[in-house]
């Protein structure tokens, strides 16, 4: 099994910025895609951004040229940095991870962002 731990979720006005970081229980390198979801209240979960263990990335249109994710091997740790924050990036962001064909889910971070 793989435990990920999130933090760095908040409140944030318009314009600002945040990172989040997700930590895995075991080495990173092991799981093959690692990624950030979101689901505001009332909508269902979306993709936001995902990265391999190559270290290839895709992003929702929604957040492309404003979120980078980003991973630290050595660390065991996936960051989001969010940049640029909408009132509709308004969510509970899970961190995932697939592991030995099993996908894994955080606990989730919340971020609100006020207009």
Request: aromatic letters at 8%; proline letters at 2%; hydrophobic letters at 30%.
């Given at each position: 099994?793989?435990?990920?731990?999130?933090s760095?979720?908040?409140?944030?006005?318009?314009?600002?910025?945040?990172?989040?970081?997700?930590?895995?229980?075991?080495?990173?390198?092991?799981?093959?895609?690692?990624?950030?979801?979101?689901?505001?209240?009332?909508?269902?979960?979306?993709?936001?951004?995902?990265?391999?263990?190559?270290?290839?990335?895709n992003?929702?249109?929604s957040?492309?040229?404003?979120?980078?994710?980003?991973?630290?091997?050595?660390?065991n740790t996936?960051?989001?940095?969010?940049?640029?924050?909408?009132?509709?990036d308004?969510?509970?962001?899970y961190?995932?991870?697939?592991?030995?064909?099993?996908?894994?889910?955080?606990?989730?971070?919340?971020?609100?962002?006020?207009s």
């Amino acid at each position: 099994q793989v435990q990920l731990v999130e933090s760095g979720g908040g409140l944030v006005q318009a314009g600002g910025s945040l990172r989040l970081s997700c930590a895995a229980s075991t080495s990173i390198l092991s799981i093959t895609t690692m990624g950030w979801h979101r689901q505001a209240p009332g909508k269902q979960r979306e993709l936001v951004a995902g990265i391999t263990s190559g270290g290839n990335t895709n992003y929702a249109d929604s957040v492309k040229g404003r979120f980078t994710i980003s991973r630290d091997n050595a660390k065991n740790t996936v960051y989001l940095q969010m940049n640029s924050l909408k009132p509709e990036d308004t969510a509970v962001y899970y961190c995932n991870g697939v592991y030995r064909f099993v996908r894994y889910w955080g606990q989730g971070t919340r971020v609100t962002v006020s207009s």
